[in-house]
């Protein structure tokens, strides 16, 4: 595989597609509502068409773990939008009790500090052009040690299978530096 169509990858997983706080109405939704506004806005990022963004069950299971303060009269506010956009982003790659820690954050005793919830979010959506282009080098350096290593090889898509081993670990290497990161910020942490 050649640096060009790792790129072509990299473009065809639109990672650019998000959900910026003026794309959510300024009322609040019914969860029928909420689910059709991630279909509308985050359908690119599925792997597969029949996955599901956002589900019913998935809403009520971050309630009942107090990862969403509950809906006020069945319907979600700005903030229950942008508390789960962060955990659909978060779940893909760590742990509901860290997702709940890290949300301690921006608590308010039971409710959640509004400002700060949005800052933090805009900031998030803001840094996600940079990332991309970290990813973009991340991923020629990938091609490039993949096509040394596999260089003398005479079998077939070894150099594929190396990418994707490193590109896993480069993932993990990324994972586990986070969950450091929250372990040192965590309030019971010394």
Request: aromatic content about 6%; glycine content about 2%.
């Amino acid at each position: 595989m050649t640096e060009e169509q790792i790129f072509d990858l990299i473009d065809s997983l639109q990672l650019d597609s998000q959900i910026t706080i003026q794309d959510i109405p300024d009322l609040d939704l019914y969860m029928d509502q909420l689910i059709t506004l991630f279909e509308k806005h985050l359908a690119p990022t599925k792997r597969r068409p029949e996955d599901k963004l956002l589900t019913k069950t998935m809403i009520n299971n971050y309630t009942k773990n107090k990862l969403l303060i509950p809906a006020q009269k069945k319907k979600y506010t700005v903030d229950h939008v942008l508390l789960m956009l962060l955990i659909y982003q978060l779940k893909q790659v760590t742990s509901m009790e860290d997702i709940k820690t890290l949300f301690g954050f921006l608590r308010d005793g039971e409710s959640v500090d509004h400002e700060k919830l949005q800052f933090v979010y805009q900031k998030f959506l803001d840094s996600q052009a940079g990332q991309l282009g970290a990813l973009k080098d991340d991923a020629r350096r990938v091609v490039k040690n993949a096509k040394e290593k596999t260089a003398e090889s005479n079998m077939e898509s070894t150099d594929s299978m190396l990418m994707c081993l490193l590109l896993f670990q480069q993932s993990l290497n990324y994972k586990r530096l986070a969950e450091k990161l929250l372990d040192e910020m965590a309030p019971d942490a010394e």
